[in-house]
């Protein structure tokens, strides 16, 4: 009678080949469908934004817009640097006029309240998108597959605990992945525009974009209404 590890082959085989046939139909759904009846949409190469989780972040960013914005100028005029709007501006808002206002002093700007030609304004947008779900398998994970399978059926032919062979590859997957782990891509963004007007013309104009986490998009809206806050002069 045969043993019973005579079977395992028999159960493994077929089912790996299988498994392998549904990775290759997902793959193919989702990278690249040769037989669709519209164009693919192709990826940008891949990118990396920086995320706001802190208002010491603020502080980085409006720092930075500063820097720009002094060194886009060879003879930087006064500015004019009115004060905030009010409490219906986002905690957001209040925070970055005055990280903004800190930044533009500490780059030697000469700031005004008012009476000058060049306005500094900045506007913020917040934008959330669906939820992004990573469908795309990665390239030779069938091989990988493949490879996985043959070892583990091989070693079940011939050795008295196969088994093992799940420890150290569990271990080296756990290590590979936290090595090149990316942090959670968020759902929400913003869009930070600051520029300086000039005599009702725009000499200089300079947009970013950072992630947020969702459950903090109030600190960047206006409290009284969720939509997206104009210009706001500074």
Not at 79 to 108: I, K, M, T, W
Not at 179 to 202: K, W
């Amino acid at each position: 009678m045969p043993s019973p590890t005579s079977f395992k082959p028999a159960i493994v085989l077929p089912a790996a080949l299988l498994g392998l046939i549904l990775l290759a139909g997902c793959q193919h759904h989702s990278q690249g469908n040769r037989t669709a009846d519209y164009p693919i949409g192709e990826q940008f190469p891949q990118i990396y934004q920086k995320s706001l989780q802190a208002s010491a972040h603020w502080r980085l960013i409006a720092h930075n817009e500063a820097q720009l914005l002094v060194t886009r100028f060879e003879d930087l005029p006064p500015l004019q640097l009115d004060q905030p709007g009010g409490r219906d501006d986002s905690v957001f808002l209040r925070a970055y006029h005055d990280f903004l206002a800190e930044g533009l002093l500490n780059e030697g700007a000469l700031l005004y309240e008012s009476g000058q030609e060049m306005q500094v304004e900045y506007d913020i947008e917040v934008v959330e998108f669906s939820d992004r779900n990573q469908l795309n398998l990665p390239p030779g994970l069938i091989s990988a597959s493949a490879l996985s399978v043959y070892i583990i059926a091989h070693a079940v032919e011939t050795w008295s605990n196969p088994a093992a062979l799940l420890i150290p590859a569990a271990v080296g997957a756990d290590f590979y992945n936290y090595m090149n782990a990316d942090s959670e891509t968020p759902d929400t963004e913003i869009i930070l525009t600051t520029r300086v007007l000039g005599d009702a013309r725009l000499v200089y104009s300079h947009s970013s974009v950072y992630y947020l986490r969702t459950a903090d998009a109030g600190l960047y809206e206006n409290s009284k209404s969720i939509k997206v806050r104009g210009p706001v002069a500074l």
